[in-house]
């Protein structure tokens, strides 16, 4: 059972501890801190679960409708109807239940014909028939949807070959509302769109299969989503299956026949920012020198050290803190860092359990607080300390797209496919050392910088 506990003093707080709101509320009212952190201790909320909608259009003989059990009233609804039945079918098919569907009710969906009550509806009818399973959202977090192990087998049925994708569209952007928005053709071919179309359609005359089973045209349809209308944030691909999926069902990858290898850029925000400033590569940007080091034995506690760096450093990096006079305002970071320390929509529960018992044993019996650790971090890393705080995630981001789309060009016009996924790239053994070196030279035509292969780049 959950147990409640005043604000006073939060020093006891467990992981099943719900702080109740200072303020007295009306009858019915949840303060959305309340919300967020009921939110982030479930499964459904956290974003690395959530496949988004994509434009799927159905064109086999069979009826999607169920008679009897799901009733519509327009061409509107069953086309609605369709493009949801198709996603939730593509998720539990690429995924089973490991994976849920992101949709927007209250503000609509970009592939959804349907307005709210459309939507609203028809997920209504499928969760009372028992087809689907549903978390709906709250603020700043969108409803999930996925289908039962009985609502998946009503629709047996569908083959890959009754679906088609519509991918006219290659680049999308977000607008205030988070819906996406289709760029223009003419705006599009200004970051990438072109590449993107051919590098597409070679991915679809590509035979690409994992473990064996044949990858659909559909899994393998990507775009180019970024953060605002001007374009100047995020950019990352999004789309294919192989981006959300397990590591372990990537090992298993083939591309026309071919095993595969994925090679990794090596902490990846962090060498951007450091190629962007020109200062050389740190031999470890994990590391930190008041820790205590390990040795035989305890040799374990020099990763999860640096599973606390890296923690450390991506919230320096991602973090928005408020900036007085052109400077970030240190003490506010340092509070966003040990707020945001533990958030299980960023960071792995088995991961989160280690380090919350490794702070505790590094403030009992070490005496260094996460204060400490964070403000040596600052020093060590202060030649890119202009990044800290100011949520450069997206700068970075972009700049990861950008090289990604370099090597995407180099293997497109020799029609060599190679996949990727976000920071790192899956390409056919015979090409490891080829993509190496494009991989390479691309970052560092892209930063200014004259980075090596072994400082930027991991095989795995």
């Not at 709906?136 to 009754?162: L, N």
């Not at 450091?274 to 031999?283: K, S």
């Amino acid at each position: 059972m959950t147990k409640t506990t005043t604000p006073q003093n939060d020093n006891n707080l467990t992981s099943d501890t719900v702080v109740l709101p200072q303020k007295k509320q009306k009858l019915g009212q949840r303060s959305f801190k309340h919300e967020k952190r009921l939110a982030c201790q479930d499964w459904w909320y956290n974003n690395n679960n959530a496949i988004s909608i994509l434009p799927l259009t159905y064109k086999g003989n069979d009826s999607l409708v169920i008679p009897g059990v799901i009733k519509g009233r327009s061409k509107k609804w069953l086309e609605t109807y369709e493009s949801l039945i198709l996603n939730l079918h593509h998720v539990y098919r690429v995924h089973s239940d490991s994976r849920c569907l992101s949709i927007l009710i209250q503000k609509g969906e970009q592939f959804l014909v349907g307005g709210r009550k459309i939507i609203e509806n028809i997920v209504f009818q499928l969760e009372m028939s028992g087809l689907i399973e549903v978390k709906k959202g709250c603020k700043g977090y969108s409803t999930k949807i996925r289908f039962t192990s009985s609502g998946y087998k009503s629709f047996s049925f569908i083959s890959v070959d009754c679906v088609d994708i519509d991918n006219s569209q290659m680049v999308f952007y977000k607008d205030p509302k988070g819906r996406r928005i289709a760029a223009s053709e003419e705006v599009a071919k200004t970051v990438g769109g072109d590449t993107l179309r051919q590098y597409q359609n070679g991915l679809y005359d590509s035979d690409i299969r994992v473990d064996g089973n044949p990858i659909s045209d559909a899994d393998k349809t990507l775009f180019r989503l970024f953060h605002t209308k001007e374009m100047i944030y995020d950019g990352r691909l999004q789309g294919a299956c192989w981006m959300s999926m397990q590591s372990s069902l990537r090992d298993t990858i083939t591309i026309n026949g071919s095993p595969t290898c994925e090679v990794d850029i090596r902490s990846t925000q962090s060498t951007i920012f450091y190629g962007l400033v020109g200062a050389d590569l740190p031999e470890d940007i994990y590391s930190c020198e008041i820790l205590p080091k390990g040795r035989g034995d305890n040799s374990y506690i020099n990763e999860i050290n640096r599973s606390l760096c890296k923690r450390i450093m991506l919230l320096l990096l991602s973090i928005e803190a408020p900036i007085y006079g052109g400077a970030v305002d240190v003490d506010a970071l340092i509070s966003k860092i040990k707020q945001s320390f533990l958030d299980k929509d960023r960071i792995k529960e088995e991961e989160m359990v280690s380090l919350k018992e490794w702070r505790r044993h590094l403030e009992k019996d070490y005496k260094i607080t996460l204060d400490e650790i964070i403000l040596s971090m600052m020093e060590s890393h202060k030649v890119i300390s202009k990044y800290f705080g100011r949520g450069s995630w997206k700068n970075a981001n972009l700049h990861e797209s950008n090289i990604l789309l370099r090597v995407i060009e180099y293997f497109s016009s020799k029609s060599e496919p190679v996949l990727t996924v976000h920071d790192s790239f899956i390409i056919g053994e015979q090409y490891k050392q080829e993509l190496i070196e494009v991989a390479t030279q691309a970052i560092n035509d892209e930063l200014g910088s004259s980075f090596t292969s072994d400082q930027v780049l991991k095989v795995q």
